[in-house]
């Protein structure tokens, strides 16, 4: 069973403000296994950086992390390793305007019927909004 999990990396996030990114950078990955398998992800890091935090995790069943990669820069862009040195060829690294999803909350807010479009973001709303574009679709029977 595989886990398709965000992270996010304090910083990095301080190191994406300083060169002209966004702050909220996140890491979208899969791993085979359960929570054993999302922390030793985490420990071992990404981008010269070890102190990754876990964000929110799913499980996705035998969704791979080239499908959900995919599958997530057909709605955002991912950021590229090869412009930025310090990611280091990091796959799945992604920057997120609060624009982009405070826009993506209004409108599902708007669609259920929610009457307070008033909110404050917070970083699982970040989280929620790069699962829901990441993980394989839903079958039509669920």
Not at 118 to 138: E, G, M, R, S
Request: glycine share 8%.
């Amino acid at each position: 069973m595989a886990t398709l999990f965000v992270a996010r990396s304090a910083n990095l996030s301080k190191w994406a403000s300083d060169v002209g990114l966004p702050k909220n950078i996140f890491k979208v990955g899969v791993v085979e296994g359960g929570a054993d398998a999302v922390a030793a992800a985490l420990a071992a890091g990404w981008a010269a950086e070890k102190d990754w935090t876990l964000v929110k995790k799913v499980e996705v069943g035998d969704w791979t992390e080239e499908e959900a990669l995919e599958r997530l820069s057909a709605k955002e862009k991912p950021v590229d390793p090869n412009y930025y040195p310090r990611l280091k060829g990091a796959a799945g690294v992604y920057k997120l305007t609060p624009t982009t999803v405070g826009n993506h909350l209004i409108v599902a807010r708007a669609m259920a019927g929610n009457e307070s479009l008033d909110f404050k973001l917070k970083v699982a709303d970040y989280a929620n909004y790069l699962i829901q574009f990441a993980q394989p679709p839903k079958a039509a029977g669920e």
